[in-house]
């Protein structure tokens, strides 16, 4: 048994068949233990030495066994190793790595530079009342003043915010009485004709200031000095009179356009004017900060609204507010 069984072991080179090869000879069936079964019939004198021998034989087969069992799987390795050949030194796939968006980057950098100058950030709701997006902002239904903002309705009296300025009405209501310094940055929706400068989904950072002897010299201040910290001493910006039911006086405020530098000749960006507005601005009206819940005739205050991605558009030379929504990877990636 010993001879055939090693005999045919060496000859095998398939791991099912050295299985089967097992069955055979080590198997409860198997050649060997039938032999080993048969001791007991043999004569008492015969037994010790077959015994001897059978257990001899039992543990060279299973050594031998384990022995061809390492060989074949040492070979196979070594074959799947040969044909699946990898170079470890090959570059890897490049990890793509995500960036913030231009708008989170530019908000970052307006909040840093307000919290410089004091003011805290304030985070108000994105879907308002007609009451707070409209009315306590001197703004009654019906108004001719609300053909400035063509709003999304969500019902009658819910809308989507189409400014952040209801957020003053609820910081002051939640200051009151104290001064106030805050910053309220957010989205804010609009139903407008979209065009290089016009998005329907559009960032503003409110600014509200109330305090006593608070006044325009104190807006104009803060705004310039935002201006020079966010575009530099070179650029140049204006106020210019204008007109919201919630501020008296108000302003607009221009920068002048990146892409004539201000020039205007032939310029679709700043409509040849050589300005580019980016907010709106003015004295909190009495009759806010009396909504608000501050005396007009202890309080004042002043608020400004501006687009961070008008902004962006100057600071960075972009020709079109579309691309801040449009997912395009190669405009992305440019702001890293
Ligand atoms: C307002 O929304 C006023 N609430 C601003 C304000 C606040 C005035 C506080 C006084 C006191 P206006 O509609 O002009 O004003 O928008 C302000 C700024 O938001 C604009 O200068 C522009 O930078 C940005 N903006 C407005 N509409 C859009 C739009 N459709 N797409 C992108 N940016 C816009």
Redo the contacts with the bound molecule.
């Keep these: 048994v010993r001879t055939q069984a090693l005999d045919e072991l060496d000859t095998m080179s398939d791991l099912t068949d050295l299985d089967a090869w097992r069955i055979q000879y080590l198997g409860r069936r198997g050649a060997l233990t039938q032999v080993m079964r048969g001791i007991g019939q043999l004569p008492p004198q015969q037994r010790p030495e077959v015994g001897q021998v059978s257990n001899d034989v039992k543990t060279t087969l299973e050594t031998a066994f384990d022995h061809r069992v390492d060989v074949l799987k040492q070979q196979r390795l070594a074959t799947t190793l040969a044909q699946e050949r990898l170079d470890v030194t090959l570059p890897g796939f490049p990890v793509s790595l995500g960036r913030l968006h231009p708008t989170t980057q530019i908000l970052r950098e307006i909040t840093s530079i307000f919290a410089e100058m004091g003011f805290q950030v304030y985070d108000s709701r994105e879907v308002e009342s007609d009451l707070y997006n409209f009315e306590l902002l001197n703004i009654p239904p019906y108004h001719p003043a609300r053909d400035?903002?063509d709003t999304f309705y969500i019902n009658e009296r819910v809308v989507l915010r189409?400014?952040?300025?209801p957020g003053?009405i609820r910081a002051m209501q939640a200051f009151h009485p104290d001064p106030i310094r805050v910053i309220l940055p957010g989205m804010?929706y609009?139903y407008?004709q979209v065009t290089s400068?016009?998005?329907?989904m559009?960032t503003?950072v409110?600014?509200l200031a109330v305090g006593e002897n608070i006044t325009m010299a104190d807006l104009k201040g803060v705004l310039e000095n935002f201006a020079r910290r966010l575009f530099g001493d070179n650029r140049r910006m204006r106020f210019r009179c204008s007109h919201?039911p919630?501020?008296e006086p108000?302003v607009?405020v221009d920068m002048d356009c990146f892409l004539c530098n201000g020039e205007g000749t032939g310029c679709s960006m700043c409509k040849e004017s050589g300005w580019l507005?980016?907010?709106?601005?003015?004295m909190v009206h009495p009759q806010v900060l009396r909504n608000g819940g501050y005396d007009p005739t202890v309080y004042s205050g002043f608020?400004?609204?501006?687009?961070p991605?008008?902004?962006t558009i100057l600071k960075y030379g972009i020709d079109d507010?579309r691309l801040f929504f449009s997912n395009d990877l190669r405009f992305l990636e440019q702001f890293s």
């Design positions: 400035m903002w189409t400014h952040t300025s003053q804010c609009r407008e400068r016009h998005e329907m559009f503003q409110e600014g919201f919630f501020t108000s607009e507005e980016i907010l709106g601005a003015g608020a400004f609204g501006m687009g991605e008008r902004i507010i």
